[in-house]
Nanobody
Framework: QVQLVESGGGLVQPGGSLRLSCAASGNILGITTMGWYRQAPGKQRELVATITSGGRTNFADSVKGRFTISRDNAKNTVYLQMNSLKPEDKAVYYC?????????WGQGTQVTVSS
């Protein structure tokens, strides 16, 4: 079993920044791609960014140029640096890990962007 523990969510003003962290614990062997997804009220969960074990990244068009995803393989941690935040970025952000081909999810962390 692998557990994903997220941190870093909170309230920020438009134009501000937040850094989300997700630490994987347990038997982490088998984890390949990690990433972040988000879900706003009444909307489907959507991809934000992913990163492979080799460092290849993918971003949703809505966050390109503003968000950065990175990972520390030694610490089994993935990060999401969110800059120039907009009100439409408000959502619950979920950490995702592909473990032996299966999607695992963190508990979610709330990001609120409001003035």
């Amino acid at each position: 079993q692998v557990q994903l523990v997220e941190s870093g969510g909170g309230l920020v003003q438009p134009g501000g920044s937040l850094r989300l962290s997700c630490a994987a614990s347990g038997n982490i062997l088998g984890i390949t791609t990690m990433g972040w997804y988000r879900q706003a009220p009444g909307k489907q969960r959507e991809l934000v960014a992913t990163i492979t074990s080799g460092g290849r990244t993918n971003f949703a068009d809505s966050v390109k140029g503003r968000f950065t995803i990175s990972r520390d393989n030694a610490k089994n941690t993935v990060y999401l640096q969110m800059n120039s935040l907009k009100p439409e970025d408000k959502a619950v952000y979920y950490c995702n890990s592909v473990y032996h081909g299966i999607n695992l999810w963190g508990q979610g962390t709330q990001v609120t962007v409001s003035s």
